[in-house]
């Protein structure tokens, strides 16, 4: 397990220091020594590591994404033809779209269950249950839809 997390990150370093800027300003401009405890620091400092591995995973996704599809389309296309720093931002603003179109998908989504668990809570398990299923499917739908159709769009080709 730990060498899997040593290759990770030695195939990503980039990821690392992102997820370690971004968890050390959240503790920073979050952490209050003056009127802090020994419990509130402890709680933050948790919640600042929590942040960075998630930050962490999301940043070698997201990067592991972009040589994915980097390294499909240069495949596909001439070498001559192709300006590298295009195609990479290229595929960089692909990618950006589909992060942000889900992300906005996953808050509707969560708000949907939240919704029908505010609005269900007195009804047997199984009906919010069932609900928020069909909400999953309905909200699984357009992300797949939408992330499938921004994978078919090609980097234009000269000719």
């Not at 730990?2 to 990821?15: M, R, T």
């Not at 979050?30 to 402890?42: L, Y």
């Not at 192709?82 to 990618?95: A, N, P, T």
């Amino acid at each position: 397990m730990v060498h899997k997390v040593k290759i990770a990150v030695g195939k990503s370093p980039f990821s690392l220091v992102l997820a370690l800027f971004f968890s050390s300003a959240f503790f920073a401009t979050g952490f209050r020594p003056e009127t802090a405890g020994p419990d509130q620091i402890a709680r933050h400092l948790l919640l600042s590591g929590a942040m960075f591995l998630l930050q962490f995973v999301a940043f070698y996704l997201f990067s592991a994404s972009v040589r994915r599809h980097l390294a499909g389309e240069r495949r596909n296309l001439d070498s001559e033809q192709v300006s590298g720093l295009l195609l990479w931002f290229f595929i960089l603003y692909k990618e950006a779209i589909k992060t942000i179109v889900g992300v906005s998908l996953t808050l509707g989504w969560l708000a949907g269950l939240l919704f029908i668990a505010e609005h269900c809570r007195e009804q047997f398990i199984l009906v919010p249950a069932l609900l928020g299923a069909a909400l999953s499917a309905l909200a699984f739908l357009p992300a797949f839809f939408f992330s499938s159709l921004l994978d078919h769009i090609r980097y234009p080709q000269k000719g």
